[in-house]
């Protein structure tokens, strides 16, 4: 049985006229005859009474119309989802988590696009950065962020810069120094420094220590700690100190405060990138990097968006 047996059987029962029904198909009365024959065959119920005059349905024709018409209407509905899907306008779009840093920015970005694409459902996965670009490569999420040098630089991967940064030292709001309007790294190196992620992956624990490198100098203790909000905890706590960029605004939602950091040479930028797979066809990716495109330059600067 196919769809067009289907098709053909609801459009006889509807006119109860195989002339009519074979115009409305734009097919011969012959063949529509033929198509009916075939399906009550199939079926092996009579569905229609005819002859030679008239046309109607048996009582199995009736139950049969209903059940066929529901099954039409979600073949229907199915092939438009579909093509809303293949335009970009519905699905599941999976993005990496970013944390405290896209919380100036990413909010107003989810706003538009869920205004612009409603039917489309945007989730968020918890992994590192060092995750996230092994998870584009296998297709667990479309969209991830990255951090610091190189992270454009990623064969197969595309990506935008979306906020740059001076890196400053994050203290307790409580810390001797959280009332200072600089430091200087000398001053802070017996500390114990909190760096996030592996030991072995962490972009922020090699920016820390080339920040230290640049200077001649290095942090006495560096512990590692998994998670982002772990990090910020401990800081806040007076568990350590780190160097965070100096575009987080953390008083008020965590505790901590994030001082300028005076250095004898250049100043070491901090960088994020939205990346995601070069050769992803889809639009409803293509949508969603197009959107982050036109908050860029609020969030390269730090500013808040444009309202």
Known sequence: MELRHLRYFVAVAEE????RAAERLHVTRPALSKQIKDLELQTGVRLLERNTVSV??????????????GILADVDRAIGLAREAQDGRRGQLRIGSVGQIASGFLPEVLKVFGSEFPGIEVSFVEMTPVEQLAALAKGEIHIGFAYGRGANEVPGISSMLLVTSVFGVSVSKLHPMATRSSVRLS????STFLSLGDETTSTHRRDIFRIFEEEGLKPRTMRQIQSFESLLTM???????????????????HGVVTVALLLAKAQPDFTMWAVWKSDDPSLMVRNFVRILGENREETLTGKDPKP
Request: no cysteine; aromatic share 4%; charged share 25%.
């Open 16 to 19: 109860l006229n195989f002339r």
């Open 56 to 69: 109607s349905l048996t009582d199995a024709g009736s139950v049969f119309l209903a059940e066929a018409r």
């Open 235 to 253: 800081v806040s706590a007076d568990q350590g100190l780190s160097l965070l960029p100096e575009v987080l605004d953390l008083r008020k939602s």
């Open 187 to 190: 001053e802070v190196r017996q």
